[in-house]
């Protein structure tokens, strides 16, 4: 049986739109954000990325704020699973976020944070 390892950092409840774009020539398309941490976030899409894909991930903001490079950041599938109605990607990204990087793209994009 695979034994569970804790996560490093906590994640929250993350609900936007967000755009997948793939490093590997697969189409742009959306996905809806479902939880965010320093390390990730878990999407859901229609489409289906195989673990290890290289992908960007775009936030538009909802606000008119001065936006910096948070709103793009890169990362890949680390794990995969197929739903009845689309697919649900862990995404790992390349760098972990500060708790300041959070708290910008959070702003940005008008989420409230539990922080």
């Known amino acids: 049986m695979k034994q569970l390892v804790p996560r490093k950092f906590d994640r929250n409840r993350f609900l936007v739109d967000v755009e997948v774009k793939s ?19 878990a999407i859901f899409a229609r489409r289906f990325l195989p673990v290890g894909h290289p992908v960007e991930l775009i936030f538009r903001p909802s606000r008119k704020v001065d936006v ?5 950041i890169l990362g890949r599938v680390v794990n995969a699973r197929v739903e009845a109605d689309g697919n649900v990607l862990g ?7 500060t708790s300041r990087e959070i708290q910008s793209l959070e702003t940005a994009l008008g989420v409230n944070s539990r922080r």
């Open 23 to 41: 490093l590997d020539g697969v189409s742009p398309f959306k996905a809806h954000a479902l939880d965010l941490g320093q390390s990730g976030l």
């Open 68 to 72: 910096t490079e948070n709103c793009k």
């Open 91 to 97: 995404i790992l990204f390349a760098k972990t976020l």
